[in-house]
């Protein structure tokens, strides 16, 4: 699906030339219609001629299509189009020149994952009340039964013992009352103090207004939690004055407050503004509104999918989302609908009023320099407390960045991220830590381990056989002769002019970077996704690190999003530069220091793919040498497939 | 008097919310006649003037549709990039325009963006299949400039 990423070459923001030629052409078809008829009828000659007036035009229209493109593109910052929305926009100039492309159901069925949760076919989006329960780990989400764009939403339904091995269960939830008759949509799960389980969801109704459901197990002594039925007093929650009827949705995790009473948080907007409401509970039935907001920042848009969750300071452990005290702070997250980025802020609650407030408000919730969970194509993620393993999980929705007709015509449309462990990074203390679950590794089958070390401007292939699911973990040391190096252990990005976008991909080289791995690349490395380190000199002589995945060379095709992401990564002293990074078809996953920087690509080869794919190593700095030392693990599939009996004759571990 | 002149400034401002709304697309123009040629343009909200265009994208591709069908007896030669053509298109159709019309409908306008800004791919996935020498050129053209007016009043909803 062609996203808010999606290719906009129609504003000729991008790409002057395509514009010009195509204004080009009926002029030139007017004057020559005789010749055109000639023409078909001298088929060598036809093309030479084609060619001739595409390289033409190329040259002798450029001045007119750069004209054209900036006053269209002024207008359009005038008009006030976001702006936003041009940063992940991928350039068609180049693609212009290439063959027309279409894609075949070879290049399609490579792309769908092994080891990723997605559902057999259709499209997926939010994930939904994930828990554990009995001995399994259960996963709802956002699923269209009928297409494979987003509509006629259901909840889909699945269980796993590891959270890696899924398997399909039957729908969970539809919309077959009025309160949810146009969509049942996203929630969460709380477990009640008998260990009972109660669903919170919102609902659009049947007058597509937007309010919360209650919805519980059918049967809770089904592990499967196969059935489930809805309150009869439904909604529990409409909208309240001064809240838009569209504007009131995803309600959390509740959590108990120190008068013993159970409290959610649902986000909305008022204006601009981005907030999160605040209710408070004994029954989940009936609720008292609080005046105040839990918080709330200006500009930032629509809030969904707000969570709100404890974390330690001293301990890596995950905490219960009702746990409260002197060593927690509080975590915020929001999806923000207008930039389609999670962002997310640390700081303190007060559970007296309800409110929260940032340790850092220049990088509170939804501005742009906020922290996000991860710096490439992730939404609308959602944590939940593993009591099993004493783990607080994130889940996060991965959208395709390809168009709908390729959706279309391959049948399924987003995946699911690999879940992640979150934790406080009890070393800055200003920033969470995600790292793929342990389980994970249960897929690891034969490795290969290497050292070494390469000089200025080399690119080595790896021989690992297979490159198509992969799991490496690296570990880069930079050899330079003179200087002492300092690294940066400062979270919040102070220079604002290096990035992963705008320091020009993997092949601007540096004195000291890029360097790092091309994953699903082709033996002539015509397709290629580098994953990289780029390091810099900051102020005081202190380095700073970036960690990008550049995915803008990652494909031939023409109608696929290619943009460059990343972000600064903290390194601190004694730290050696590590990364990981989980390759699985049409995703790429990457980690950096232990998962302080996270970024997750979709990447759509078309000669890169099956036996074809390769990995590379890089260095494109200009001083210096690096040495990598790394081991490449092959991955199996999960085999993720519908239940059946056979499935429960495993042994549950509780 | 007093009601007169109510009536009045009624008249303006309703006049004024397609102008005000076009002001910040891309292309003013485009936007007004569109919106102007649906009855409902005079009384939508916001919503409501990204459905009525909405309405136009459906109709532009099929009427490009028919255009393509068209094309496959008198330019036989462009059997491939008809078929590549007709794909694209039939996208538009079935999938992102319903998705669009449900997402903004109830409320969700961030997969009517998607759909929207979709729309204007596929057109231009399309044009380029002619490597050039288009005979559509005028029909996507006018697809990707609906779906960017389209997606900045969509935006208006985020």
Partial sequence: MASNEALLPVTSRQDPLSESRSDQIPETRRRRPIKVHLAIYSGLLLIALYVALI???????????????????????????????????????????????????????WQRTAFHFQPEKNWMN?????????????????????????????????????????????????????????GVWTGSATFLDDGSIVMLYTGSTDKFVQ?????????????????????????????????????????TTAWKTSSGKWRITIGSKINRTGISLIYDTTDFKTYEKHDTLLHQVPNTGMWECVDFYPVSKTQ????????????????????????????????TYYDSNGTWVPDNPSIDVGISTALRYDYGKFYASKTFYDQNKGRRILWGWIGESDSEAADVQKGWSSVQGIPRTVVLDTRTRKNLVQWPVEEIKSLRLSSNKFDMTIGPGTVVPVDVGSATQLDIEAEFEIKTEDLKLFFDDDSVEADKKFSCETSGGSTARGALGPFGFSVLADESLSEQTPV?????????????????????????????????????????????????????HSIVEGFAQGG??????????????????????????????????????????????????????????T | MMMMM??????????????????????????????????????????????????????????????INGLYKKRPELKRALDECSRR????????????????????????????????????????????????????????????????????LL
């Fill in chain 1, 532 to 584: 990289y380190f780029y390091v810099t000199k900051g102020k005081h002589s202190k380095l700073k690190t970036v960690f990008c995945t550049d995915t803008s060379r990652s494909t031939m095709a023409n109608d696929v999003v290619k943009p460059i992401y990343g972000s600064f990564v903290p390194v601190l002293k004694g730290e050696k530069l590590t990364m990981r990074i989980l390759v699985d």
């Fill in chain 1, 55 to 109: 390289v033409t035009h190329d040259g002798s229209t450029a001045q007119h299509g750069a004209k054209d493109e900036t006053s269209t593109e002024s207008r359009a910052r005038l008009a006030g189009v976001s702006e936003k929305s041009n940063d992940r926009v991928s350039k068609l100039s180049d693609d212009r020149k290439v063959e027309a492309f279409a894609w075949n159901n070879t290049m399609l069925s």
């Fill in chain 1, 211 to 251: 309010v919360q459901n209650l919805a519980y197990p059918e049967d809770p002594s089904d592990p499967l939690l196969l059935k489930w039925a809805k309150f009869s007093g439904n909604p529990v929650l409409v909208p309240p004055p001064g809240i838009g009827a569209k504007d009131f949705r995803d309600p």
């Fill in chain 2, 6 to 67: 109510t009536m009045v400034m009624v008249m303006v401002s309703e006049g004024s919310i397609i102008e005000q709304t076009c002001k910040e697309t891309p292309d003013f123009n485009l936007c007004v006649s569109l919106l102007n040629s649906d009855p409902r343009g005079s009384s939508a909200d916001t919503s409501g003037l990204a459905l009525i265009l909405i309405d136009k994208i459906k109709g532009l591709t099929t009427k490009t549709l028919n255009e």
């Fill in chain 1, 316 to 347: 890596v452990n995950g905490l219960d989302t009702s746990v409260n005290g002197p060593d927690i702070k509080h975590v915020i997250k929001a999806s923000m609908d207008d930039t389609r980025i999670d962002h997310y802020a640390i700081g």
């Fill in chain 2, 89 to 156: 298109y039939k996208t538009i159709l079935y999938a992102d325009v319903p998705e669009a019309i449900e997402a903004i409908s109830k409320g969700v306008p961030k997969f009517g963006e998607d759909g929207v800004i979709d729309a204007g791919v596929e057109a231009s996935v399309c044009e380029g299949g002619f490597k050039g020498k288009s005979p559509l050129t005028s029909l996507t053209k006018s697809m990707q400039k609906i779906s960017n007016v389209t997606r900045a009043i969509v935006r208006m």
């Fill in chain 1, 126 to 182: 939010d994930p939904n009340g994930p828990l554990f329960y009995k001995g399994w780990y259960h996963f709802f989400y956002q699923y269209n039964p009928n297409a494979a764009v987003w509509g006629d939403i259901v909840w889909g339904h699945a269980v796993s013992k590891d959270l890696i091995h899924w398997l399909y269960l039957p729908i969970a939830m539809v919309p077959d009352q009025w309160y949810d008759a146009n």
């Fill in chain 1, 596 to 653: 302080r920087t996270c970024i997750t690509s979709r990447v759509y080869p078309t000669k890169a793919i099956y036996g074809a794919t390769k990995l590379f190593l890089f260095n494109n700095a200009i001083d210096a040498t690096v040495t990598a030392s790394f081991k490449v693990w092959q991955m199996n599939s999960a085999f993720i497939h519908p239940y059946s009996p056979d499935d429960l004759s495993v042994p549950s571990r």
